[in-house]
């Protein structure tokens, strides 16, 4: 802990990071649905359901609560195919003021797909809650109160486009943009919801770990909140208006074909005019599966290092170190 009223804080334990079951059905290959189970306690969450219909062989609509049209670098990638032992700090802290830390919300989305390029369209509640009160729109007339939960009219839209060039091997380009206008908790300031606009860019050569002898990835993250009015200690009312900023810059080498080193370097701006929160990220990864021919991520060991400065400055930083094992069957 950075107060230095306060005792430093030791902790050294193991755990279960993420567990993860799934099932996927389909009829005539067009028709389906798809739930995912996580856990990592004594407690399991559903995180997906999902019915979805293959329009064309590229275009599918889905319905639900899945992961939609977001930024690249959140559950665009997977938990499987995380660089380090958990995703760019600014793309969870992105969620974290948005939709929520999972990632998901309820809603529907067309999502086009190919070799060299995607494309979503959404539309959400905006507040991916299991809460009826919030995201989870369950009100029964029966209750007495048909609207229920919060007072509310607002949904998001996103849109999420992505492309790789057959000229360059690897690399990808792509960005995200959207509206959200539910006000949810995720994004109160002085106990008022905000209506928001998102954005986000990313270019990346090498996209998956163990991909390529050289990787490098780049993120950009925004958030727009609404102005609001809040009144101050003294006399009048105090305009707050928030624009957030976050970037993460990866750089990664393969010296050999199952193993990897990798450091990542973020910045955060809680404010684009105030001080910056940094992110420092760097260790390695072993795939015993790669050693025997497999895909890289099916049994990976990472070690990872990590530390936060708060403001700019790493004088009494929090810091970690992850050993962390990964299994897929």
Same mark, same amino acid.
């Given at each position: 802990?950075?107060?230095?009223?306060?005792?430093?804080?030791?902790?050294l334990?193991?755990?279960?990071r993420?567990a993860r079951?799934?099932?996927?059905?389909?009829?005539?290959?067009?028709?389906?649905v798809?739930?995912?189970?996580g856990g990592?306690?004594?407690s399991?969450?559903?995180?997906?359901?999902?019915?979805f219909y293959?329009?064309t062989?590229d275009?599918?609509?889905?319905?639900?609560?899945?992961?939609s049209?977001?930024?690249?670098?959140?559950?665009?990638?997977?938990?499987?195919r995380i660089?380090?032992?958990?995703?760019?700090?600014?793309a969870q802290?992105?969620g974290?003021?948005?939709?929520?830390?999972?990632?998901?919300?309820?809603?529907?989305?067309l999502?086009?797909?190919?070799e060299?390029?995607?494309?979503?369209?959404?539309?959400?509640?905006?507040?991916?809650?299991?809460?009826?009160?919030?995201g989870?729109y369950?009100a029964?007339? @029966?209750?007495?109160?048909?609207?229920g939960g919060?007072?509310?009219?607002? *949904? &998001?839209v =996103? #849109?999420? %486009?992505?492309?790789?060039?057959?000229?360059?091997s690897?690399?990808?380009?792509?960005?995200?943009v959207g509206?959200?206008?539910?006000?949810?908790?995720n994004?109160?300031?002085f106990?008022?919801?905000?209506s928001?606009?998102?954005y986000a860019?990313h270019l990346?050569?090498?996209a998956?770990?163990?991909?390529?002898?050289?990787r490098?990835?780049?993120?950009?993250?925004?958030?727009?909140?609404?102005?609001?009015?809040?009144?101050p200690p003294t006399?009048?009312?105090l305009p707050?208006?928030?624009?957030?900023?976050?970037?993460s810059?990866?750089?990664?080498?393969?010296?050999?074909?199952a193993?990897e080193?990798?450091?990542?370097?973020?910045?955060?701006?809680?404010?684009?005019?105030g001080?910056?929160?940094?992110?420092?990220?760097a260790?390695?990864?072993?795939s015993?599966? @790669?050693?025997?021919?497999?895909p890289?991520?099916?049994?990976?060991?990472? *070690? &990872?290092? =990590? #530390?936060? %400065?708060?403001?700019?400055?790493f004088?009494d930083?929090?810091q970690?170190?992850?050993?962390q094992a990964?299994?897929?069957?």
């Amino acid at each position: 802990d950075r107060d230095p009223d306060l005792p430093r804080r030791e902790r050294l334990g193991f755990s279960v990071r993420r567990a993860r079951l799934r099932f996927r059905a389909t009829v005539a290959e067009r028709t389906g649905v798809y739930f995912q189970m996580g856990g990592a306690g004594a407690s399991a969450e559903l995180l997906d359901a999902v019915g979805f219909y293959r329009i064309t062989e590229d275009l599918t609509a889905r319905i639900g609560r899945f992961t939609s049209a977001q930024p690249r670098s959140f559950q665009g990638t997977s938990h499987t195919r995380i660089d380090a032992v958990s995703r760019a700090a600014v793309a969870q802290l992105w969620g974290e003021n948005t939709i929520g830390s999972s990632g998901r919300d309820f809603g529907l989305d067309l999502r086009y797909e190919t070799e060299r390029a995607e494309a979503t369209l959404a539309v959400q509640n905006g507040d991916g809650n299991w809460s009826r009160a919030r995201g989870n729109y369950r009100a029964d007339v @029966a209750g007495g109160n048909p609207a229920g939960g919060e007072d509310d009219a607002g *949904l &998001a839209v =996103g #849109a999420y %486009g992505a492309y790789r060039p057959a000229a360059v091997s690897g690399l990808e380009v792509g960005g995200y943009v959207g509206y959200n206008a539910d006000e949810n908790s995720n994004t109160e300031l002085f106990g008022r919801g905000r209506s928001y606009a998102s954005y986000a860019g990313h270019l990346y050569w090498g996209a998956r770990p163990g991909s390529q002898p050289v990787r490098l990835k780049f993120d950009l993250i925004g958030i727009r909140y609404e102005e609001i009015r809040v009144p101050p200690p003294t006399r009048g009312r105090l305009p707050v208006d928030q624009h957030t900023l976050g970037s993460s810059f990866l750089a990664a080498v393969r010296p050999h074909r199952a193993g990897e080193l990798f450091a990542r370097f973020e910045q955060y701006a809680p404010y684009l005019d105030g001080d910056r929160d940094l992110y420092v990220t760097a260790g390695g990864s072993f795939s015993l599966s @790669a050693l025997r021919g497999r895909p890289y991520r099916q049994e990976r060991l990472t *070690l &990872a290092y =990590g #530390a936060f %400065g708060e403001d700019g400055s790493f004088e009494d930083a929090p810091q970690l170190v992850v050993l962390q094992a990964q299994v897929l069957f």
